[in-house]
């Protein structure tokens, strides 16, 4: 379910995502996924918002943001669609919409916010394009689980030592069934 306008407040975590129009490949190769992930990470981490976490697939893209203040994050995702429909239109000799709608939700509490994180890394496994989250190259998940980046949600919320995250994400990985597992809103109680 998208955000209505007024959700969009200083201080909350928001889960921002869309896929492609159609059938459409929005990265056809490592270029695409880095001009995207570059774009982001430079408009995403400003005074108005900060990036906790990503990952691109090949049709669709996953975001935590957090919202600074109140300029709303989905102005971020609207900038960078806009740069990123003009280079993918013209290396690609196309023309037209690239994107649907963009979809966003407010995170409602430290559990659904794993589970948003959770979601996110596993998404590559889940679409079986990698067996490990770590193999999947266009995420900060390796980032993440070795603190190669400092990251606020990791170090304050959930205060996970070195190594504990992945264990959690393995954990996961190994329940029956994890891939069918709804990630929304209405399971953020659901303990892991």
């Known amino acids: 379910m998208r955000c209505k306008k007024e959700e969009f407040t200083e201080g909350n975590y928001f889960h921002v995502y869309n896929h492609a129009v159609a059938k459409e490949i929005l990265f056809r190769d490592k270029p695409d996924y880095t001009f995207f992930a570059e774009k982001m990470q430079l408009h995403a981490n400003s005074k108005h918002s900060t990036l906790v976490t990503w990952c691109l697939m090949p049709n669709h893209y ?19 669609a806009m740069s990123y429909i003009n280079y993918y239109n013209y290396k690609y000799q196309r023309k037209g919409r690239l994107f649907n709608k963009l979809q966003h939700r407010k995170i409602i509490n430290d559990n659904y ?16 394009f990698v067996q490990n989250p770590g193999d999947w190259q266009f995420s900060d998940y390796n980032k993440w689980i070795d603190n190669k980046i400092g990251n606020e949600v990791r170090d ?23 891939k069918k597992f709804n990630f929304n809103s209405t399971n953020a109680s659901q303990d892991f």
């Open 156 to 178: 304050n919320i959930f205060d996970f030592a070195l190594g504990e995250y992945k264990k959690v994400i393995e954990s996961k990985m190994e329940e029956k069934n994890w």
């Open 62 to 80: 996953h975001f935590l943001i957090k919202q600074n203040d109140i300029e709303p994050v989905y102005k971020v995702f609207n900038s960078v």
């Open 113 to 128: 916010l794993l589970q948003i994180y959770l979601y996110i890394h596993l998404n590559p496994v889940k679409h079986n």
